[in-house]
């Protein structure tokens, strides 16, 4: 649905996007993460036709969004931060003015305001001015201006923001709704809310797209592995003996228990190999008591300040190295 091909943005010297590109399916809801300047709105701004690319090409649908750019803005429903609404316009008056603009015919734009309030859930507000409305009732008015075009693409950025606990999981259950008739991109600094909506994430840093992957998988990447907590009614030497001849655990870290007469152990093994069973079979025959086991798995904010974080500690050792060579490229 959604394809980018080293697409480059340059301010002058500087280079916001740098060389992205990445593929999204129709029917995917994506994240799109990261830190402030690490060039995301500029290239969400790219992807709906509002900024040009320096290089690079964008497809929506097979088509070139330079080539078609009105026939491509017409599949995309775009959310801003901000929501840009009319303050003394009707709900209703506002979402018929955004349908005549999206070219919605005058006979089909009344229906399709009826069932864009009614799927966003401001019907029983239409009539109220949009000024007074509280800021929930505002997003949802500006998700309802994003899908008034019968959009096959949503690019919502911080869909959530400013809102209330119970707002946000309104709000979060609606993207869902709405995920499986549309393309959604979701861009949000609210890290749970990408994990409990999304089933992928693309985390971009300093203008490259560092992470394209299911959180879980970005959590294997970087741990090198499974990882399983335990609780054990037993001492070290017990457990080393109990996993001394199998060979699919690579490490164990133990820890004090804050109960009398366990230990806590950390078990890891190779890459996706789940090796739970191999961890019960083996503490049943060594008749060691297995009092907890659980997962462990990094959090998307884990993963996120991890990749994000080794990206610039990266760039910063090799300007440090640059430094220190002379015009001659001999260390200093």
Known sequence: MIEVSNLVRRYGPHVAVDHASFNIQKGEIVGFLGPNGAGKSTTM??????????EGTVRIDGQDILEHPTEIKKKIGYLPENPPLYQDMTVREYLSFAGEI???????????????????????????LIKNLSKGYKQRV?????????PQAL???EPTAGLDPKQILEIRDLIIKLGKDHTVILSSHILPEI????RRV???????IVADDSPENLAKRILGGSRILLRLDADENAVQGALEK????????????QEDGTVDVIASAEEDTDIRRDLFRAFADANIPILMMRSLDMSLEDIFLNLTTKEQTTKEMTTKEADNLDSNGEEK
């Open 102 to 128: 999206k070219g919605v015919p005058k006979q089909e734009n009344k229906e399709r305001v009826n069932s864009i309030m009614e799927t966003v859930g401001v019907h029983d507000v239409s009539k109220r």
């Open 45 to 54: 701004n790219i992807l709906t036709g509002y900024l040009s690319a320096t």
């Open 155 to 157: 690019i919502l950025d």
């Open 246 to 257: 199998n060979s699919t655990i690579k490490k164990l870290e133990f820890s004090k228990s």
């Open 202 to 208: 693309l985390i971009i840093n300093q203008g490259k």
């Open 195 to 198: 994990s409990a909506v999304c």
């Open 142 to 150: 500006g998700l309802a201006q994003a899908l008034i075009g019968n």
